[in-house]
Structures are given as structure tokens and as C-alpha cells.
């Protein structure tokens, strides 16, 4: 019996990339600064949380550790570990999620997406000319760089009133359109959002991500659990193709599918928040079957808390996660592997609101696998080499396998 379980923790990045500055992000850390923030009682928020931040299972597989290797700080004092654990930079072009994820499954973004520069309007007219003729709009709000809730707060009233969907994006290569699900009808924001998915094509966009939201005014606009992405599919094929052409099965929990653009996905299963995404990867857990790969991915982190600048959020959003670890440890069986791991990073301490280039995490275990340091790994691609050895994949192109590190026989 073989079976992989790849979660991540969208946004969870630990610092130390060697090419942060030239991202503009130099110094940032999105484990350390919350670990620091919560020491000095800035992680505090009447009814949520309070005090130093607890992760005592996800440090007892050696996140301390990892976060050490990656931005070069003392290691902690030792201690007796239960996984193995390491830290790998990001080679591809962008710190965006696509490009994260695309890596640790095997394909590194060598290419450079397509942006759209933060003026005012941002995108170009032929662009939103042919939405509006090809979708029969009225015409369109926004158009320029924005966050998600705040835009919406600003000019949903006035997209409920002129039926014109708001159109933003950020320092990823996306656009986002929002409009409200009752209003506009979520199946026409989905049509709109595949209209310009086409017609985005030209201009190298990464992602077109339907925003769908609900409420009567500005005071209780919320974004709903509806969100759809519509992403170019990957260059080459990724460990999730390689999977499905040797006939195992690959079941996405969350947004694995959107990102994929639904290739090499055999089944996706979607919730609405972090604690009920892990309520779909342990039910993903008990159908696996040998050779299989569940692939999970926790949206939270980043989008509710990192994008927002919400330390006390996403300190409170670990924990919540590290109480429930123990459930999916529980669940591994003689072959199976457990792996945690990040597409980027998003501190939250950090100017502005968009991701923050870090090294990410590799921390996991499984029965018969060492508790060992992997060390830095060059790429994130030596995550998805790694998962395809475990199940018996031929190896790809990018990234090296560090199984062998991990075999107790080896």
C-alpha cells in the first residue's frame, strides 16, 4: 500500500527566500513575524485567541526546524522530532499561487506571466470592450489594482444599482471580477468569467477568478464560498497527469481543481472554510485507495487573513489547523505519506497586500519513514519528485526525489 497526502498551507512561508529582494520582499516571514507578533501579545484578539502561538504537533514535526534552515537562525535546542523536515526555494518566475503550486507538482514556471500595470484604468480597453459586448453588459466598475473586500465594499452598492460587475486586479497575473450572487446571478458570473478567461488568453493571464458576494449594502457585503478559478492549464504534465495515466486516482480537495485547470484531477471536493476543507481531506483520506493522492489546499491562511493583514486571523487559523492535525496522523497506515507544505508566502506584517516571496516548509512523516532533516531544497519541485517516487512514478524532468533520505533501510 502506497498513498500520498500533499496539504498545503496556502500562504504559510517561513522566510529566507535568496531572491526576496528582488521581489520587494526582503526580510519578510510570514511564520517568524506571526511567531513574534503572538510573543509580544500583538497576536491577541478579544474571543479568538491570546498569548504565544501554539503549534505543538506541526513543531513536533519540525516546523521550528525547517523555519531555522530557511532564514539561517540558530536551531532550536534539540529535541526529539516525529518527521522529517526541510525548507525548498521557489524557482519560477512569480510568487502567485499557480506558479507554487505548479512547481511541487513536478512543472516550474519558467516564463513570465502576464500583469497589468497599477494605474488607473488598469486593464486594456479592448479587453473590457469586448467583455462588455461579448457578456451584453451595461459596462463595468473598477477596473484597476484592489482589494477584494474593500472594493466590494466600495462599489457594490453601485453594482447592485447599475448591474456593471466590478473588474480588479493585483500584483498577480489575475483579474478578478466580483458581482453579487443574487443581483447578477452567480451562473452568469461564472459565463462572464469564461468569456474572459478567452479573452485573456493574449496577454498571458494566469488566473480569471469569479468573486461571487451576497449582502444588501456596504456594511454587510460578505464574498461567499463560490469562488471559481479559471487558470491556463500547466506547460507540461505534472505529477497529478503522471498520476492519472498510470491509472491512480487523484482527489482535490478545495481549489486543487481550479488551479489545475481541472487537468489531471480525478474528483474534487470543495467546503467552505479551512475547518470544513479538513473535513473533506480526512473524508479524501479514508477513500483513498493504494497508489492514490489526495491533494488538499487550505485558502484560508491567504486569502481571509494574509491578503487582509490580520495577524491575530491567522495565528488563531494555525492553531485551529495544528489542534486538528492529530485527526489526519491518526489516519496513516504502513505506506502511506503525509507531507505539509506552502505555494508562497503572505505575511502579514508586511507592507501592502499581496504575497511575499519565502522559502516554504516541507514538514511530514508516515509509518516507516525516518525523522530526518531534508535540508533546503533547490526547488519545490523536489516535493512533487518526491510524492512520485513514493507511488511509484517515474521521475520528471525538474526537482530531485529526497526519499531515499527518508527510507529507514536506506
Not at 81 to 93: D, K
Not at 116 to 141: C, H, N, R, S, Y
Not at 162 to 174: E, H, L, N, Q
Not at 368 to 391: C, M, N, P, Q, Y
Request: proline share 6%.
Amino acid at each position: 500500500m502506497a498513498r500520498a497526502f500533499l496539504f498545503v498551507l496556502d500562504s504559510f512561508g517561513i522566510g529566507g527566500a535568496p531572491d526576496a529582494a528582488h521581489f520587494g520582499d526582503e526580510g519578510s516571514d510570514t511564520y517568524g513575524h506571526i511567531l513574534a507578533a503572538c510573543a509580544a501579545g500583538m497576536g491577541d484578539r478579544d474571543g479568538l485567541r491570546s498569548g504565544p502561538l501554539q503549534l505543538p504537533n506541526m513543531r513536533g514535526l519540525g516546523l521550528d526546524h525547517a523555519a531555522a534552515l530557511a532564514t539561517g537562525r540558530e536551531v532550536p535546542t534539540a529535541t526529539e522530532l516525529n518527521g522529517f523536515h526541510g525548507a525548498a526555494s521557489e524557482i519560477s518566475s512569480g510568487k502567485d499561487t499557480p506558479s507554487g503550486h505548479w512547481e511541487m507538482a513536478g512543472v516550474p514556471v519558467t516564463f513570465d506571466w502576464g500583469y497589468f500595470p497599477d494605474i488607473v484604468p488598469t486593464f486594456p480597453a479592448e479587453l473590457t470592450d469586448a467583455a462588455i459586448v461579448q457578456a451584453q453588459l451595461p459596462g463595468i466598475l473598477g477596473n484597476c489594482h484592489a482589494s477584494g473586500t474593500e472594493i466590494i465594499a466600495r462599489l457594490g452598492e453601485e453594482h447592485i444599482a447599475t448591474g456593471k460587475p466590478i473588474f480588479y486586479t493585483s500584483a498577480d497575473s489575475v483579474i478578478q471580477i466580483a458581482a453579487h450572487e443574487e443581483a447578477f446571478g452567480l451562473e452568469r458570473l461564472y459565463e462572464l468569467c469564461k468569456i474572459v478567461r478567452e479573452l485573456a488568453e493574449p496577454y498571458n493571464v494566469g488566473r480569471v477568478i469569479a468573486r461571487p458576494f451576497v449582502g444588501s449594502s456596504a456594511t454587510d457585503f460578505q464574498r461567499t464560498a463560490n469562488r471559481r478559478d479559471y487558470a491556463v492549464p500547466p506547460p507540461e504534465p505534472t505529477i497529478l497527469d503522471r498520476a492519472v495515466a498510470a491509472g491512480r486516482r487523484v482527489l482535490g480537495v478545495g481549489k486543487i481543481g481550479d488551479i489545475f485547470a481541472h487537468q489531471g484531477v480525478s474528483e474534487v471536493r470543495k467546503a467552505p472554510d479551512n475547518m470544513a476543507m479538513f473535513d473533506a481531506a480526512l473524508g479524501a483520506m479514508n477513500d483513498a485507495r493504494d497508489g492514490d493522492l489526495v491533494f488538499a489546499n487550505f485558502v484560508d491562511f491567504d486569502s481571509m487573513y494574509g491578503h487582509r493583514r490580520d495577524v491575530p486571523g491567522y495565528a488563531a487559523a494555525l492553531e485551529a489547523f495544528d489542534r486538528r492535525l492529530p485527526e489526519a496522523l491518526d489516519k496513516l497506515i504502513t505506506g502511506d505519506m503525509l507531507i505539509l507544505t506552502a505555494d508562497h508566502g503572505n505575511d502579514p506584517t508586511w507592507h501592502g497586500t499581496d504575497h511575499t516571496r519565502e522559502r516554504v516548509p516541507i514538514i511530514g512523516t508516515g509509518p516507516g519513514l525516518k525523522a530526518v532533516s531534508i535540508g533546503i531544497r533547490d526547488t519545490f519541485a523536489d516535493i512533487g519528485e518526491t510524492v512520485a517516487a513514493h507511488l511509484g512514478l517515474a521521475p520528471g524532468p525538474h526537482g530531485h526525489s529526497f526519499l531515499d533520505l527518508l527510507r529507514k533501510d536506506a
